[in-house]
């Protein structure tokens, strides 16, 4: 592999780091896309990203933050430079009274995370279970399933200014989360390199079992007080039945958003179509099911050549091996002017076209 090595100064220390030629990035990204990087990096300590942002700035590249690559479309080879972000480590802040405080390295697995907190009982994580990616990126689109969404235990998180080349510490509010949605996503793009989370849990857990299926799933595992690993049991049940899994069939999860309309929208929707599946949100405002729209334009299980609607979810997208950014992109826009067609709603894509 052929690569550049370049050393730095930081304070009395000079810094060694490889950025790699020609990456191949396969391996990085779980739809599985055949493409390369024009440079590649790991980023192993914050003491780094000074050199990184300076090999930047003197080669006029651009620059993709990536962790677990499972929220990224790449259409085509990428000209530039990419960041793999593994910094590591979980430490606990403080332990005391009702809650604990744990900050998260962002190249930490998400789910190895979840996992370490379930098993100490501490509480609030578990309906995220099995989401794939990175700790770092789970901000970056508040990441949520199941009647939680992450921001519900956030504390605070500690970014690298790319543009400024300083860290930044953001409140929750300050992160102004949504649904699927932050400030870095929204406004910063890729600008705040997340490199760790701060998260409150709580030691004596609250259970959420709001969602019906994690409801239905406790009764037939024949649990009647469930406990956090019982939920966290259920959904991961649950994800394994309706989900594909990566390392078997290229997917990046959802790839559109449910669709928020207002009430009016959705009462002619309901009239129309008695059995349309929807939620009601806090804003008065009604989430679609687009999973349930894309099903009854005809879609659930459907190939376009190499590309698919996986047949047990229809939201989520497949590569059947091979597939390249176009066909998946053609299949989307196809299923998308379907549903515009029938239903009159507009999707958009939750994964992050690059
Ligand atoms: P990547 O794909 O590497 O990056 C995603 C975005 O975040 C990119 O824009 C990237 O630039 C940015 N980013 C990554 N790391 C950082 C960082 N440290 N600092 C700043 N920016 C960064 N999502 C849900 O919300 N709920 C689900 O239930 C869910 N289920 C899924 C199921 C499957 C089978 C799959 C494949 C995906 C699923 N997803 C789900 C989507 C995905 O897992 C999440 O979005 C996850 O947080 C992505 O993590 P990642 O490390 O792979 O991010
Ligand atoms: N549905 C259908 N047909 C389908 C798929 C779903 O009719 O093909 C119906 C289901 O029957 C159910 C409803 O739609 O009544 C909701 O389905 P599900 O519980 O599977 O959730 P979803 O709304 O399709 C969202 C998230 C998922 C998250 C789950 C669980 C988005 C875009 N997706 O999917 O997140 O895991 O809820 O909370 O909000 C992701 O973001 O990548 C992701 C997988």
Known sequence: MVFDQFGYIFGPYLLHMKVLRQYPCLSLNTLGLRVDANFFVRVASI???????????????????????????????YDGLILKVELRGIDEVVNYGPHVLIRVSAGEDWDGFVDHCVKRGWGGLENLSMIPGSV???????????????????ECLEAYDMDQNRMITFSARECRFGYRDSIFKSTYGQRM????????????????????????????MQVKEPGIADVRKAVCTIRSSRL?????????????????????????????????????????????AAGWLIEHCGWRGKRLGRAGVFD???????????????????LAEKIKNDVKERFGVYLETEVNII
Not at 140 to 146: E, R
Not at 262 to 285: C, D, H
Request: include cysteine.
């Open 193 to 220: 390199l997340i490199c760790s989370v701060t998260f409150r849990l709580r030691k004596e857990p609250m259970i959420n079992i709001s969602y019906g299926t994690i409801r239905q799933e406790l009764e037939r």
């Open 136 to 154: 770092g990126a789970a901000p970056v689109q508040n990441i949520g399933a199941y009647g939680v969404e992450m921001k519900d235990c956030l």
């Open 47 to 77: 003491e780094e990203l000074p050199g990184i942002r300076k090999f930047i700035r003197d080669r006029q590249v651009r620059y993709l933050i990536l962790g677990g690559g499972s929220n990224v479309l790449f259409t085509g080879d």
């Open 244 to 288: 594909p899994d990566p390392l078997l069939l290229g997917n990046a999860g959802s790839f559109f958003k449910n669709p928020e309309v207002e009430e009016g929208v959705y009462n002619s929707l309901k009239s129309r179509f008695p059995a349309i599946t929807a939620y009601p949100t806090e804003r008065g405002t009604f989430k679609l």
């Open 312 to 330: 047990k979810q229809a939201l989520v997208l497949v590569n059947y091996g091979g597939a390249s950014a176009s066909e998946l992109l053609e």
